[in-house]
């Protein structure tokens, strides 16, 4: 899946891809375009356990 967050203020982008993220179903993979880097994203990822590459 495939997530363009590009032109959305905070905290859109973040809630965005979020809720993308718990409709993936096991072994799929979520790429997010945004504008700056997510900083406060990468935090909660780490607390839920999710791998990331930026």
Same mark, same amino acid.
């Given at each position: 899946?495939?997530? /363009? @967050? !590009?032109?959305? =203020?905070?905290?859109?982008?973040?809630? !965005? &891809?979020?809720?993308?993220?718990? +409709? *993936? +179903?096991?072994? =799929?993979?979520?790429?997010?375009? @945004? /504008?700056? !880097?997510?900083? $406060? *994203? $990468? =935090?909660?990822? /780490?607390?839920?356990?999710?791998?990331?590459? &930026?």
């Amino acid at each position: 899946m495939i997530l /363009d @967050n !590009r032109g959305l =203020e905070p905290p859109q982008p973040m809630m !965005r &891809t979020l809720t993308a993220l718990a +409709k *993936l +179903k096991k072994g =799929e993979a979520l790429k997010i375009i @945004n /504008d700056r !880097r997510p900083m $406060f *994203l $990468f =935090e909660q990822l /780490d607390d839920l356990g999710y791998t990331y590459q &930026t």
